[in-house]
């Protein structure tokens, strides 16, 4: 286990801008890198406890998406170890926890792909008998695995706001109309780039949830985030099928009809809940129990999916 790292201070590099976990810093014209933290982010409000070891975790996993999935779609990877592009006194800020990754155009969207009935989905089914439009077989149990994966994308809201899920028209209705001076000169369209966010979302889904499957572990649903370059290409960027952006359920404890225990915060947001907190900044402190409960599981999601220990 590392010193946590709530929140870097790269002074060699322009910083860019700080989300709920990374902190993003200017490369050059074509290139960022990308310090994974260890904050952690519970109903849209950043705790003032880091999770040790959990940047390091998210960026390992990752990774290993990154490399197993990349037959599928083209992603941010540079290849560059992050210390050859700070200073030397900078470089435990990024070791083991950083990204050096191309600058890309994201999609205004976040692809979103549910195998499982749960969360959000289960709520809007049981008031619809659909999840985001797309109609289900009626008599589902929370939990239920989905006769097939679901495309449901979601708007990306500004910091501190909730994303909206969104119908796919409407998502190629703002690819169309945020990536038009973007896509000029390359004979694609936002409509098009967001088909093909699409299929590659349902592609990258379906064969990690097969190989997950293999190490006990369901990956109920997950968040892609895609980004084009110059040509229009698409590409997969910031993270992928993590514990921050997916559900994992160990799979010798699943059943259909409760919501099964997971890898992820979920054991944090269960503690907040027990608390008289109004779910705004400023967020409590959290006990050292379950800090360290949180960063076992993140720990433990990484062990059983990879087979590796954190280095």
Request: aromatic share 8%.
């Amino acid at each position: 286990m590392t010193t946590p790292l709530f929140e870097s201070t790269i002074k060699s590099l322009p910083l860019l801008g700080r989300g709920k976990v990374r902190d993003i810093y200017a490369v050059d014209a074509d290139k960022l890198l990308i310090v994974t933290s260890d904050r952690l982010s519970a109903f849209d409000v950043i705790l003032p406890n880091p999770i040790p070891d959990k940047g390091r975790v998210l960026i390992a996993m990752a990774n290993f998406w990154f490399d197993k999935l990349g037959h599928i779609i083209p992603n941010q990877l540079t290849g560059i170890d992050p210390e050859t592009v700070v200073a030397a006194d900078e470089r435990d800020q990024v070791r083991g926890r950083a990204l050096v990754v191309k600058r890309l155009k994201p999609l205004p969207i976040e692809a979103v792909v549910r195998g499982y009935v749960i969360g959000g989905g289960w709520k809007d089914y049981q008031e619809t008998g659909a999840i985001c439009g797309i109609a289900l077989p009626p008599g589902l149990k929370q939990a239920a695995k989905l006769p097939a994966p679901i495309f449901t994308p979601s708007s990306k809201a500004e910091a501190g706001a909730h994303d909206e899920n969104i119908s796919f028209a409407q998502a190629q209705a703002d690819c169309d109309a945020q990536l038009a001076s973007a896509l000029a000169g390359t004979g694609k369209t936002g409509a098009g780039l967001a088909e093909e966010a699409r299929q590659a979302a349902l592609a990258l889904y379906t064969e990690a949830a097969d190989y997950a499957a293999g190490r006990g572990i369901i990956i109920a649903d997950t968040k892609f985030e895609f980004g084009i370059d110059a040509a229009g290409t698409l590409h997969l960027i910031d993270e992928a099928l993590t514990p921050d952006s997916s559900r994992f359920w160990p799979a010798d404890s699943y059943r259909e009809g409760i919501s099964p225990p997971s890898y992820d915060k979920q054991y944090v947001r269960d503690y907040l809940e027990t608390l008289d907190w109004n779910k705004q900044a400023p967020g409590p402190s959290l006990p050292a129990d379950v800090i360290e409960r949180t960063a076992d599981k993140y720990r433990e999601a990484f062990t059983r999916l990879t087979g590796q220990h954190l280095a």
